[in-house]
């Protein structure tokens, strides 16, 4: 099983009810996946600034991480939600932070890189995940959720999605792959990194390394029809674009809807139905093996 | 009149209620509100009624009907009037996936387009799809008629059996064993049948479609295959 729920508003109005929306969504889709929920979204941000979302362990100080973080770096802001905390940084001293960080803080986990992106990911049902990261109070311009009834690999915060692989990119998979092994050998030759066993990060790293490439996010999608072998819908999101593909015999459903105020993807018309004026949207299927992209300019 | 708003009453009691119904009931005009995608609305009923549903529904809509007579004034979702066996299902929007499988009976009305593998593995229900379909549609198809105004997808009545499938525009592929057959006076009869039970008097001229059906050559073992297995 698995849901799938996205929202990318075109309407500005809207943004700060982003996460109210997504949210409303997302629990819609509970049925099809009770094991554990995550979000992605894409809110405010700053040219010069990273964000670097953490998932933190039980009992993990974060007073003592800020003094100990000021021996890396002397500016840094941190929010705390829950589990999660979200360190923003200048640009300049990511690198060096991101690297401080996996060498001496194996206790923390890092979830998302991004300018905009903010990833929030935990085990139980969608209602409880979106109520304790406090979702529904989160603005900004695009979103993606995910609730996963788990096939491939456990039921642990790590196998959770959205999955990210690059700055700002993240997916969501809906479905199996069965070359992922093989798949994932390649991508770790041409340089990319995996923390986890699980068949969709393989997806979203694939996409990652084409668009590195240079690829746009629609040619990495169309490539990724002739490379990953199994059934799937992905959605996926970048700092400006939001994406959809079937596998060719579109095992997996899908539903969008499309309106002058926003473009919504459920994997049930249930969870479109929570959104505004969706009677005057326009609701399709989208079709097999087809690439849908939006992008803001 | 009995009206069920879906915020309010569960799918579960509506449909309870609607298996109560005995032959001779009285109450044969039936209206369900805020259907929002729920699934599995109207299955199983079998009286003679007439259920209208306003608004789009999710899976299974209609599943296993016979005798009444369903409306959706909206789209449909996976496996709308699967297993139907009389009675009438018509879909104002369009439907996902698996529109009419294994339908036994009666008539599923598509006024909008249907996803991939509609009437999959059909077994004489009639579908008439005012759109076009997608890909894999009558796959595995047993009997009945599919009948579509637009085009078809790929694949199309792969591995079919005794089904018929007239489609007016252009099919993109034929699957496994699927070909373009001749019309008998008895097939025109019958596609002209359904597109009488569907309302089209005269919009769609028997003569504008062309007619798919098996090849029948997976029906026995072929001694040429024989290094196959």
């Not at chain 1, 209602?127 to 979103?143: I, Q, W, Y």
């Amino acid at each position: 099983m698995c849901g799938i729920v996205g929202l990318f508003l075109k309407n500005k109005n809207l943004e700060p009810a982003l996460g109210d929306l997504l949210s409303r969504m997302l629990v819609t889709m509970s049925a099809r996946g009770p094991d554990s929920a995550g979000v992605a979204i894409y809110g405010a941000g700053d040219d010069d600034k990273v964000k670097l979302t953490l998932r933190v362990a039980d009992g993990t100080c974060v007073d003592d991480l800020r003094s100990e973080l000021f021996a890396v770096t002397s500016a840094f802001d941190i929010s705390i939600r829950s589990s999660h905390i979200v360190l923003s940084i200048s640009r300049s001293d990511a690198a060096t932070v991101i690297h401080w960080l996996k060498t001496h803080k194996s206790d923390l986990d890092l979830v998302s890189v991004g300018e905009n992106m903010e990833i929030y990911k935990e085990v139980g049902l969608p209602e409880h995940v979106v109520r304790v990261f406090g979702l529904s109070g989160m603005s900004g311009t695009h979103a993606i959720g995910h609730t996963r009834m788990a096939t491939e690999s456990a039921v642990t915060t790590n196998g959770a999605h959205p999955f990210s692989t690059g700055e700002d990119q993240c997916l969501v998979h809906n479905g199996s792959l069965s070359n992922h092994n093989a798949v994932r050998r390649t991508l770790r030759r041409e340089g990319m990194a995996f923390s986890t066993e699980n068949d969709s990060e393989v997806a979203a790293g694939y996409l990652t390394w084409r668009m590195r490439q240079g690829a746009s996010l629609r040619d990495s999608l169309s490539s990724s029809l002739d490379d990953l072998d199994g059934f799937f819908t992905f959605v996926v999101g970048t700092r400006n674009g939001f994406a959809v593909l079937r596998d060719p015999i579109a095992c997996k459903p899908a539903i969008m809807a499309e309106s002058d105020d926003y473009v919504a993807f459920g994997s049930e018309y249930r969870a479109l139905s929570v959104l505004p004026n969706i009677e005057r949207a326009r609701v399709f299927e989208p079709e097999p093996a087809t690439v849908y992209a939006w992008e803001h300019p | 009149m009995p009206m069920h708003d879906l915020n309010v009453t569960a799918v579960r009691a509506v449909n309870e209620a609607l298996h109560r119904l005995s032959p001779d009931t009285n109450e044969t005009f039936w209206q369900i509100e805020n259907p929002q995608g729920k699934h599995a609305i109207g299955v199983g009923i079998d009286a003679p009624v007439e259920v209208e549903i306003n608004g789009h529904v999710g899976y299974y809509c209609g599943g296993m009907n016979k005798q009444a007579r369903l409306r959706i004034h909206g789209n449909a979702g996976t496996g709308v009037a699967e297993n139907m066996m009389s009675g009438l299902v018509h879909v104002m929007g369009d439907a996902s996936q698996s529109a009419g499988a294994t339908g036994c009976g009666g008539l599923l009305i598509i006024d909008g387009d249907a996803a991939a593998r509609c009437g999959i593995s059909m077994k004489g229900i009639d579908i008439l799809v005012k759109g076009s379909i997608g890909a894999m549609s009558a796959f595995m198809a047993q009997a009945g008629s599919l009948v579509v105004l637009g085009d078809a997808g790929d694949a199309l009545g792969d591995s079919i059996y005794e089904a018929t499938i007239f489609v007016r525009g252009e099919v993109k592929s034929l699957g496994t064993d699927c070909v373009e057959k001749p019309m008998t006076p008895d097939d025109r009869d019958r596609l002209a049948d359904v597109l009488r039970r569907g309302g089209l008097n005269g919009e769609a001229g028997v003569d504008d479609f062309r007619m798919y059906g098996s090849a029948r050559r997976l029906y026995h073992f072929h001694i040429d295959n024989i290094t196959s297995y």
